[in-house]
């Protein structure tokens, strides 16, 4: 069965304080893998897409990476600003469906 | 580019009505809609995947007669809740499905969601 994992569910960071979240996945035929943020009360904000092992994408302070199994969303030097939910989801062949994994709830603070 | 909007952002309605959600691609036609709904501090939960001029495809346990869906455009899709009641009180969030621009994968871009409250 495909399936996604993410972890940790929550994390307190100071700010400036450097981590990485987690997305584990075990699926069949990757088409894609995603990384969202979610503010509370809003809808999920696309930050990353990634189809391949090895590559990596950046966007200020995050970067995401991508492996056969997982993938990893480093935050550097974080703000208060990026306090939020932190979405994985997969997309596999034969459907234009995601797998959403749970989330990390990610708190920085000043 | 790629924004999706949704109307309304939030409903209170009595038990017993209809309730009627608005989503739309403001700048791109959209392959395919997705309805999800998420309870606090969870995850999305998909409802059903809709295509533009066909049937919907709904989830296991989500009842089609409660919650209709029409796909009138690439760019608009609806959700009605008939006959509401407080279990459905919940938050509502769509998306709309954009090819990569390389072809490999189709990209999801969620709209702002819509608060529901049954009372």
């Known amino acids: 069965e495909d399936q996604v994992t993410q972890s940790p569910e929550a994390l307190r960071l100071q700010e400036g304080e450097s981590s990485s979240l987690n997305c584990s996945y075990t699926?069949?035929?990757?088409?894609?893998l995603f990384w969202y943020r979610q503010d509370p009360g809003k809808g999920p904000e696309f930050l990353f897409t990634?189809?391949?092992a090895g590559e990596e994408k950046e966007k200020e302070r995050l970067k995401a990476t991508l492996t056969k199994k997982e993938s990893f969303l480093h935050i550097t030097a974080p703000k208060p600003e990026d306090s939020a939910t932190y979405l994985c989801?997969?997309?596999?062949?034969?459907?234009?469906?995601?797998?959403f994994g749970t989330g990390t709830r990610l708190k920085v603070l000043a | 580019g790629a924004v999706v909007s949704q109307h309304p952002s939030r409903v209170i309605c009595k038990s017993g009505t209809s309730v009627k959600i608005e989503c739309r691609s403001l700048?791109?036609?959209?392959?395919?809609m997705f309805w999800y709904r998420q309870f606090p501090k969870k995850s999305l939960m998909l409802m059903a995947t809709?295509?533009?001029?066909?049937?919907?495809?709904?989830e296991q346990g989500v009842e089609k007669d409660k919650f209709l869906i029409n796909h009138a455009s690439l760019t608009l899709s609806t959700l009605t809740v008939t006959s509401a009641h407080p279990e459905d009180s919940s938050f509502y969030i769509c998306?709309?499905?954009?090819?990569?621009?390389?072809?490999?994968?189709?990209?999801?871009?969620f709209g702002p969601g819509t608060r529901l409250t049954v009372t």
């Open positions: 998306s709309a499905s954009k090819e990569f621009s390389s072809g490999k994968t189709y990209e999801q871009y």
């Open positions: 699926v069949s035929g990757l088409r894609g």
């Open positions: 990634l189809y391949s």
């Open positions: 989801a997969v997309s596999t062949s034969g459907t234009y469906k995601y797998i």
């Open positions: 700048d791109f036609q959209a392959t395919t």
């Open positions: 809709s295509n533009e001029g066909s049937k919907a495809t709904y």
